[in-house]
């Protein structure tokens, strides 16, 4: 495995600041509610006050493709201390699989031992994990075009190596992203974004240990093909009236739009640099390069 | 069970124009019979026939330790906040796909659905004296200073920051038709108000430990205040409309489906989205609009059912 110096890396991404617009929306919003009706906040417990950064802002990402050697595809993501890598390998034949008409996906997500000081992992699967991998396989797999690969099989294994909240959003979007990588044919990659219902605000991004101090308030996660605005996951837990649901979809799927500005340009990037480093008389990955441009324009 | 395309086709169809295979229309839930109490053995049970889909839960309540220096321990595994333990056992005699590893997939998605919808903390907002109906108040902490205490289900608490009600709620699907989720869903709403609770006293001895002493009265119990329990509606996307309470027939040539907890205040307890394709978000919000109407009125039949069924106890 090639190791990520990251002094040396230039494309730490930052999203843009440009939460003004939707703060005054914001604003605008609550006072219309505010004098439509003093309905009963479900989320009245828990309060929660952000420090370091805004209630709408990401935290840093940052993300590399092609990290795993031996993969088909494989990328490397982080949100500052959240850290996953996932590598795709396939689609490739398996005699188990021989007589399916399209190829089978199929995503294991697991916790480093080491990955979480409060949860301790055992290297079986616990339910835990096979419910997120159930969560990242419904995310992905209707982006894929897996009625182009009959007879084979496409595994993702996604690995949590450090757990600092918004492990799911992660593991989604560096699936997509590595699976991008593989050169596997989509209809879009998906982008994720999760948030945190608390009273009178929302938490975009949140930290292990927002998680934990916020237990019980309401949660989202939308996963999401943005050229096709389609919402491929859509997870919500505990209380929240039906205004706010729809107003932390909406701004989960802003959050998603911007994730995905940044993959597109995380993947564009490696191409480029992959090609340079081919060198231009390399012909063989200078198509490859093209075939894989002209995919993800589609 | 697999669908023919034709048959795919003719669902389909039927379904644009507003008539399902049944006679139902998009909107039309089936009739469901409920019961309560039938196992002896638990604290509480129910039984919920959907047409042919069957499905029993049964509600056994622990007292569970729990132990300030075990907490931090890395240790230990299960969450300790955690009051209500769901499990969800798919029999293999209701459907041989159910067979052998074919239902592990489908066991965890239900019970984590279920565990999505119990995940607020305010879920079970308090017992009740059985007998009489009056208000049980929990023995609540002296010591102020404890975050873990407030957050979560306090009611099911026997002595502060010790010992706690457990309930593990263990679904069986018996027979399967469609609609999984909102079948348990509602089965176990129905077992929670049948879980009677005996009333403990805690006694403190001389030293560290603490014994118990159970109530003399057999019917001198504690209920559960299932005021605040949501149940869910599953809103399944079929050709370019969305139907609820599925068959298993019209399951198999869905797109997605949303499930959607909602509770009697109509707010929306939890979504879980499903199926392979996309949704759109007007019809997310539709999708979500019609579930609290659906869900209310299920929700006020079956309050008057549970009240009904009580009265003739």
Redesign the interface.
Known sequence: MKIDYRSGNSIKTQIPLDYKEYLKRKEDKQQQQQQQQQS?Q?TG??TYKRKDRLDEQFRQIFMKTGIVTQASGSCYLEIEKTKVLCSVYGPRATPKTELFETAKLNCELKYATFSS?K??F?YLE??KE??QS?IIY?SI??SLRLDKYPKTVVDVYILVLNDDGDVLVSAITAASMALADAGVEMYDMVASCSAVCIKDATLINPTAQEETLT??AGK?LVS??PS???????????????NN??ES??LC?DGSDKIYSIMKQNLIDSLLRQQKKDGDGNEINGITTNAADDQMEE | MKVSPSEVSFIQKGIEHNIRTDGRSRVDYRHFSLESGEIVHSNGSARLKLSDTEVLVGVKAEITQINKENNNASGNNINVNKRLIFNVDCCPSASPEFEGKGSEFLNIELAQQLDRLYSHPNVIVGLYNTNDNTKYDPPTATTTADDNENSNNSSLTIVPNKYYWTLYIDAIVLDSDGNLFDALSIATRAALFNTRLPKIKAIQGEYEEITFEVNDDPFDTLSIDIKNVPICVTMTKIASQFVIDTTTREELCMDARLTIGVNSSSNICSIQKGGISGLDPPTINQMINTAKVVGLKILSTMDQALLDIQLLK
Do not use: F, R, S, W
């Not at chain 1, 096709?228 to 039906?242: A, F, R, S, V, W």
């Open positions: 009963t479900p417990a828990i000081n949860e301790k055992d616990n339910t096979k419910d159930l419904q797999i209707g237990e019980g989202i999401k093909m096709h605005n389609n919402i491929t996951q859509l997870i919500q837990t505990g209380e929240l009236n039906y649901v729809l979809v909406n799927i």
